[in-house]
């Protein structure tokens, strides 16, 4: 005999839900882990890269709704919690990116993606972009909004330098994303694939004594040694298919003049596009179409833990792929929406049905 079926978990509330998009407001961690297993086929994300931009998430709790905190000191040290001394409120914010060190971030990351496999499908795919920085000296510090910074009066957070990094010297490249991703790999994901996102418009530096970061990675990573990937999808065609001269093969089975197209390769050469709405750090489309179509299976559910302006889902609709979006943000998730509604109107008829 078998013993009573356990009582499945709740599941999570969306805050938004219409035909094939659901949105979540929420940390990441919390919403997934209310999730069922291998529920997704494919997860397409960005998260908030770490140290260098505050979305202005926190709140202060508790306390005096009538005071003001304006006397709450900022602690020296960034494990203690900012307290205001009139009325004993707490300063809390939730979001990925401000930890006091890269190696909580990666941690708290690595936290968030053992939640993520689990609701991935066995053959799903895990698809991560992740930008990198350098270690400065003394505590991080707000950038100054100059005339030439891409932050806009439209933009409703604030953008930093990381700091000090621990066992580090100042100047270094900290390797944030590769870090990430070893890490992820130690956690018993499967790196498959890094791929370089080559920012053909990339941003001009002022450094002079390196070179101009024009790049950022996008990792493949997967549960299973085997697992959905259709690389017809995105085969680049050739320009010339019946140039005799190109008929050599320099593996078993691969013929470059095949009509379908070649290989693309991971070398991904894509300009920036920035949203001039809220969230300026949201990466082209041509990302996660390509991500997309290659590692989600025709008709499958497309997830993406840190949703922002959810380009990611914009992408899943155009491929007709259902979108899972969580942000720990309602503005966002607000700026999502009304994006999303934008490309499918229809939407709106069917949330209200």
Known sequence: MTGPHPTPAPQPAPWWSAGPV???VGDAHNVLAAMPDASVDCIVTSPPYWGLRSYETGRWQGGRADCDHQTAP??????????????QAVWTDGQYGQEPTVGEYVDRLVTVFDQARRVLHPHGTLWLNLGDSYAGTGPRSARPHGSNSIIGGSYNHRQW??????GLRPKNLIGVSWRVA???????WILRNAAVWFKTNGQPSSARDRLTTSYEMVFLLTRSPRYFFDLDAIRIPLKQPRDRRLRTSTARGHDPTRPRGKNPGDVWPYPTRPLREAHFAAYPIEIPLRCIAAGCRPGGTVLDPFSGAATTG?????????YIGIDLSSQYATLAKRRLLSHRPELGDAADA
């Open 161 to 166: 330098t990381p700091g000090a990094v621990a």
């Open 74 to 87: 900022r602690p020296t040290d960034p494990h203690q919690p900012r307290t205001c001394p009139d009325c």
């Open 22 to 24: 659901t949105l979540h």
């Open 182 to 188: 070893l890490a992820l790999q130690a956690d018993n």
């Open 314 to 322: 914009l992408a899943a609709l155009q491929l007709d792929r259902r």
